[in-house]
């Protein structure tokens, strides 16, 4: 059935001291996963970080439970808001069981990470502007592209996949119009791709005569990225929450995902008491969405690694603000790199 594991080393009682931090605040914090548990490279163990970091700096005392059935979903959430005064789920799956205990305990908070849970008091829910990590993925892939022709991944069927490939359009006519470039996309659907694998994925990249391709691991699979390894002639910008995946002269970059940034802040609302429920989006400038780019000025020089700069630099001040549409690209911008509507 159901599996409760205790974080007792996470449960700061020297730091209480150390951070002087009230003894009220310290809110029990439950995390409540789907039955991937802390999987080392989903999101669950990221998210997990943010909950540690929590008790580090709030000294609260925290634990997870991991679910072994997909029916112990509502249980464990409503189990756990009896317990902990903060709940952390991740992930689609949970929503519902978030819903019903929130629901059912209007004096527990919960911070969900990965999907738009609307109008409960006590739930605050994150999101991530893809279309900022597409951004930043086709400014890198413009920069690098020899044959000026770079491929962006999508699925149909997946909901974050429009927002990236907007993103990535932008960030490619930005690099067009600033480095005096001329560099087109090509959009390979991965649902058409029969099996969906990295070895045809660039197969289809470079018989469109692309160098480079650009693409999220939620909507191609993770193991794609052993595959495209192995593919001669291209290079890949790489998107996951993963950040321990360097670039290594075949992945120039990795635009990484930080739910852990998310499930700090939910958490530190409500211990601070500034607690906002509803749904919230999180970017670059928040750091909830970074990139590993480490030795890319190999790749793209001096002047291109200037530009990839100027452009996270846009993101940071939020200068600017990356379309979410394909349709709203051909109206963006003026001139440079991270255009101005």
Request: aromatic content about 6%; some cysteine; charged content about 25%.
């Amino acid at each position: 059935m159901r599996r409760l594991f205790f974080a007792t080393a996470l449960t700061m009682t020297l730091a209480a001291a150390a951070f002087g931090v009230a003894e009220e605040q310290k809110l029990p914090v439950i995390m409540v996963t789907d039955i991937s548990g802390l999987d080392p490279i989903g999101s669950n163990v990221v998210a997990w970080e943010g909950v540690k970091q929590a008790a580090v700096e709030y000294s609260c005392p925290v634990s997870v439970t991991t679910s072994e059935d997909e029916e112990d979903y509502a249980a464990n959430v409503n189990e756990a808001a009896g317990k902990a005064k903060i709940v952390v789920t991740v992930g689609t799956t949970m929503v519902d069981a978030v819903k019903r205990a929130a629901a059912a305990n209007s004096a527990t908070y919960f911070v969900h990470v990965g999907d738009k849970i609307d109008g409960y008091t006590n739930v605050v829910s994150y999101g991530f502007k893809e279309e900022e990590s597409g951004f930043l993925a086709g400014v890198v892939s413009g920069l690098y592209t020899r044959t000026g022709k770079a491929a962006v991944v999508v699925n149909e069927t997946n909901a974050n996949s429009g927002r990236y490939e907007a993103g990535f359009a932008a960030g490619v006519k930005s690099v067009s119009a600033s480095a005096g470039k001329s560099v087109s996309v090509v959009r390979i659907d991965a649902g058409e791709v029969r099996p969906v694998s990295g070895g045809s994925i660039a197969l289809q990249a470079t018989g469109s005569g692309c160098d480079v391709a650009a693409m999220l691991a939620d909507v191609v699979g993770g193991y794609a990225l052993t595959e495209l390894r192995e593919s001669p002639g291209i290079r890949i910008v790489w998107g996951d929450v993963d950040r321990k995946l360097k670039p290594d002269g075949i992945v120039l970059a990795n635009t990484v995902k930080r739910p852990d940034v998310a499930v700090f802040e939910g958490i530190k609302s409500a211990v601070d008491l500034a607690w906002e429920p509803g749904y919230k989006e999180l970017g670059y400038r928040e750091g909830a969405i970074t990139l590993e780019n480490e030795g890319i000025d190999a790749s793209l020089g001096a002047d291109g690694l200037g530009m990839l700069e100027a452009a996270k630099g846009l993101l940071a001040r939020g200068e600017i603000v990356v379309p979410t549409r394909k349709e709203d690209v051909v109206e963006w911008g003026a001139a440079g790199v991270g255009y101005k509507r």
